[in-house]
């Protein structure tokens, strides 16, 4: 009896310890990089003499431009892949065609390749269809919005599939027998229960892209550069608490971006 | 007469095999249909075609007249409960049951009225705002009948509706969607694989084996005078004994059996025993057939035996438990004698058809 409470307690402390070290590896770096952008010094140096908002105010006129150009991005891509990823899901999940596999493998293919041997080989083939054709592609602001759909695709298309596993079928013909046309099945029905996945495939897609570095990498131009790229072009010359509150920035983005869906869908169901 | 519904030779082929068979079927405006048979023999595919879900190979669907088979699902005004609900899980149920009426323009004042009617009759208007998640497994399926009566349909289609239930909730639901049938003299056709279910709800009963329509008509019809050993044996549980059909009947086994009817071929034949139809009896001299007990039941209400004739040759009789004949139970090893009327006695030949009695003899006399 006293064997098996000491046992249990030792279990409880273990239990405890992990959950904090787990908490303070998913939240230190986050804190430190919070701490660092308070810093007011040219370069970090530790413990700080003084501490400032004044990087903050740097962001919007050394980033601003990097930032709009990075949420254009982002929310383009997710409304193209959208546009493609929610058919393509509604499509695989309901018909068994010729092909079907192969299909489904190309859309989910880019999740499996190198984000850097993506940017690579798109921009070999910008600059081939521009020696073709003349279209000025490399370095536009659609091309890259064409990439990024490429790899926020597959989560689209992973998310829509996967809200339709447990739909029930018989509701659409429930509708149909009820007078729905296939257009009124498909937004009454149909949609309505892929809402979830929908969302969360919206939620994915805008931080894959919103974040991603290495696709970015050989598809900027001047004038046309993502935050990530910048972030990194900045710190090539500088070290200073500047990059940490940009980091900071681009976490409260992101994090109001996750705040507003959540007032449409509870996340904790979607996830 | 035109009928109010006509199946004229309905098939659906799936690459070699035959789902549906030229199924051919007139039904009456307000006439309750039930489709039966076990599964795989081609009701739910007809019921899907009717539907519009299923497109015919061959054949042909007329309501009141005018084809439909090439009408989509929603322009055929019919509706349709499903085995397992199928409710929208993101309506109120009384969005669900408003749903068919929002297709069609019908004012909303209308809709309402109609809305709350159809929810005060399957007993649910207490319920009106929630969702279909919150309810249970019948009150899920009275949502669902009333969203397909809500529309007025010209036919109501119903997909085993009661299998997904449980054993009592069934004939409460049974009973409420029959009561609604013939209240609204609704035209309804049902699919089940339940005999007893079947028998409940039908004005008519279809029984289908491997996409055929084996027999159509009333519960007395297929009861008294099944059509094929296929109908004997799935409507009451007939013996079904094959053998040789001459003076008297051969079993494959060896027994003889003195039948009650003199028939007009003979050879082949398969004969079927209802088991509640047969009496048991020490006294053996004036039986029609002997055997010995294998196996015996009370069941409460009933007695049931098992009898072995011959070796190969076994079946099961139920007498009543009480009153003046009832049947004791007789131990195993038991020689007993087996004794019915004509009319628990069909004989079917080589092609599954019945064979025509000629005479029939009431009584066995001893030593005959």
């Known amino acids: ?271 | 007469m035109i009928p109010y519904l006509r199946l004229d030779s309905l098939t659906k082929r799936y690459h070699d095999t035959l789902a549906a068979d030229r199924v051919t079927l007139d039904i009456a405006q307000g006439e309750m249909i039930v489709l039966l048979g076990p599964s795989g023999c081609g009701k739910t595919t007809t019921l899907r075609m009717i539907a519009g879900f299923v497109e015919a190979t061959e054949g042909t669907i007329e309501l009141e007249g005018r084809p439909i088979g090439n009408l989509p699902p929603h322009r055929r005004d019919m509706g349709m409960v499903f085995q397992n609900y199928a409710l929208f899980p993101h309506l109120s149920v009384a969005r669900n049951v408003a749903f068919g009426l929002e297709m069609r323009p019908i004012p909303r004042p209308e809709r309402e009225k109609r809305v709350a009617e159809m929810l005060r009759l399957v007993k649910l208007d207490q319920y009106a705002a929630r969702l279909p998640r919150q309810l249970s497994g019948g009150q899920q399926q009275r949502v669902a009948i009333a969203r397909a009566v809500a529309i007025h349909p010209k036919l109501l289609l119903l997909d085993e509706p009661l299998s997904n239930l449980d054993a009592e909730l069934r004939q409460d639901v049974a009973r409420e969607i029959r009561l609604l049938q013939q209240d609204r003299a609704l035209t309804a056709i049902m699919v089940t694989h339940d005999q007893q279910e079947a028998m409940t709800m039908a004005d008519r009963l279809v029984v289908m084996r491997d996409g055929r329509v084996q027999q159509v008509g009333r519960q007395e019809d297929l009861y008294e005078r099944p059509q094929t050993p296929f109908v004997a044996r799935f409507i009451g549980n007939s013996n079904l004994l094959p053998g040789t059909l001459g003076d008297r009947f051969r079993t494959e086994g060896g027994a003889e059996i003195r039948l009650a009817g003199t028939y007009k071929t003979a050879g082949h034949a398969t004969i079927a025993l209802r088991p509640e139809r047969i009496s048991l009896s020490i006294a053996a001299d004036t039986a029609r057939a002997r055997g010995e007990i294998l196996l015996s039941s009370y069941m409460g209400a009933v007695v049931e035996h098992v009898v072995a004739l011959d070796p190969q040759t076994q079946l099961v009789t139920r007498g009543a438990s009480f009153g003046d004949s009832a049947t004791p139970r007789f131990p195993a090893g038991t020689s007993v004698g087996l004794n019915w009327l004509p009319s628990a006695e069909c004989v079917f030949d080589d092609n599954d058809r019945p064979i025509a009695r000629i005479a029939t003899q009431q009584r066995i006399e001893t030593n005959a």
């Open chain 1, 1 to 271: 009896m006293r064997h098996r409470a000491w046992t249990e307690r030792a279990g409880q402390a273990a239990n405890r310890l992990l959950i904090g070290l787990a908490c303070l590896a998913v939240f230190l770096p986050l804190i430190l990089t919070l701490y660092l952008s308070l810093f007011n010094e040219q370069i970090i140096v530790f413990p700080p003499h003084a501490y400032t908002l004044a990087w903050y105010a740097q962001i919007a006129g050394k980033f601003g431009d990097a930032i709009w150009t990075s949420l254009r991005i982002a929310m383009a891509a997710v409304a193209l892949s959208l546009l493609i990823g929610i058919p393509a899901g509604i499509g695989l999940s309901r018909y068994r065609f010729p092909g079907r596999g192969a299909l489904s493998t190309l859309l989910l293919a880019p999740l499996t390749i190198p984000g850097i041997a993506i940017g690579l080989a798109i921009y070999v083939l910008a600059v081939w269809i521009e020696e073709q054709t003349g279209l000025a592609l490399a370095g536009s602001l659609r091309l890259l919005i064409m990439a990024h759909v490429l790899i926020t695709m597959p989560w689209v298309v992973r998310l829509c599939l996967a809200s339709l596993t447990n739909h029930e079928r018989t509701t659409e013909e429930a509708a149909a027998s009820l007078g729905a046309n296939p257009i009124r099945v498909l937004l009454r029905v149909t949609l309505p229960a892929m809402r979830p996945g929908i969302v969360a495939a919206a939620l994915f897609a805008f931080i894959v892209s919103f974040e991603n570095l290495e696709l970015n990498l050989f598809l900027v131009a001047p004038g046309l550069t993502t935050l990530p790229v910048a972030v990194l072009q900045y710190l090539q010359y500088h070290i200073d608490p500047l990059v940490a509150a940009v980091a900071v920035a681009q976490m409260a983005i992101v994090g109001a971006a996750l705040m507003l869906l959540d007032r449409f869908v509870r996340l904790g169901q979607v996830l």
